[in-house]
Each structure stands twice: as structure tokens, then as C-alpha cells.
């Protein structure tokens, strides 16, 4: 289970990064390959990686903290400063993704290693600014990133719109990821009442 989390985990972090190294400057394809990397590869490594001698993050860092970790480099990376410089610049789009991979996975491995409440509360905390970030691109009220038509997986749209695409993208696979997650751990916690009462004391 764990060798097959991992090996998923990598392959989904490669196409990932496939994707943003032809983005061609669209915001819907960098936010399509940044969710692939923090929400849906970083999830699946963080659950190869566990038990082995590379499971650091949980011994590290709170939940919480990661959280915030993960949060200042979303929120970073996707100044519009800064992503004219990820796109025009091949060692800051690295930068970039190596960030985003190195925020999930300690924001991951620190909640799937903590007490279950703890890991849920910096799930459900990273769902919120993850939420909050992709409402504010999909309703700003001007492109951000880019100022005429832009080619999004073969399809030339509006600058507006494109940006509009990669804020619902946030939205549906970022923030949900991460509500699920944090769902899932307060079942489980739900679910064993012995853990429960062990963190009552």
C-alpha cells in the first residue's frame, strides 16, 4: 500500500511538473500543475514516506505551523511579482516547485503524524486560506498575471478568464483535498474513542 502510495505519488509529481514547464504562461495550467504537486502528489508521498527513515516532518514541525509554512509560500509564489518571474525564469519556476513539493510534504507527513485532532485542525486550517486565495483570484476584478489572451491547454481565452479557470481550480481539487483530509482524520478520531480520551488527559 505505502510502496504503491509513493510510486503513484511520483508519477502524478512528474506529470505535475511536466505540465509546468509547458504552461506557456497560462495561470489555469500553473494552478492545474501547483495542485497536482501540493494537493495530490504530496498527500500520496506523504503516505509512502511513512514509518521510514525519511518520516522527519512529524517529529519537526506542528500541524499548525506547517500550515502556515505552506501557506506563506502559496501565498508568495502567486504575488503577481513573483509569478511573472516563475514564468519568465527557469531557476524560479525550480524555486517555485520546489517549494510548493517541500510545503506539502511537511504539511502532510505533520498531519498524518501528529494526534489526529492536531492534523486535522492544520488540514482544515490550510482548506480555509487555500479557499480564501482561490476566491479572491476567481472575483478579482482584473487579470492579475497577464494582460492579453493566453493559451490554456490548447484553448486561447482571455486573460480574465483564464485566471478565473486556475481560482476555481484552487477551489475544487486545493481546498477540497484538504477539507477531506481534515474530515477524515476527525472520523477517525471520532471513530476510536480510546484516542480521544487519551488526549482528554
Known sequence: MRRASLAAGVLILLAAWSLAA??????????????GVVAI????????LSGTELDLSSRLITPLTA????LVAVWFWHLPQMRLLADQSLAAMLLEQA???????????????SPRLAGAGGLLFTSMHMTLLGVLLALAPR????????????????????????????????AV?????????????LADPSETAGQAR
Not at 41 to 48: D, E, N, R
Not at 99 to 113: D, K, T, V, Y
Not at 178 to 188: C, D, E, K, V
Open 22 to 35: 509547458g504552461g506557456g504562461g497560462s495561470f489555469a495550467v500553473h494552478m492545474a500543475a501547483h495542485m
Open 41 to 48: 502528489a504530496a498527500p500520496l508521498i506523504a503516505i509512502g
Open 67 to 70: 500550515s502556515l509554512v505552506e
Open 99 to 113: 517549494s510548493f513539493l517541500a510545503a506539502g510534504l511537511l504539511l502532510w507527513r505533520s498531519c498524518l503524524g
Open 143 to 174: 487579470p492579475l498575471y497577464a494582460a492579453g489572451p493566453v493559451t490554456c491547454f490548447g484553448v486561447t481565452m482571455p486573460a480574465a478568464m483564464d485566471q478565473q479557470v486556475g481560482g476555481v481550480a484552487m477551489l475544487l481539487v486545493g
Open 177 to 189: 483535498s484538504y477539507l477531506a483530509g481534515g474530515l477524515a482524520l476527525l472520523y477517525r478520531l
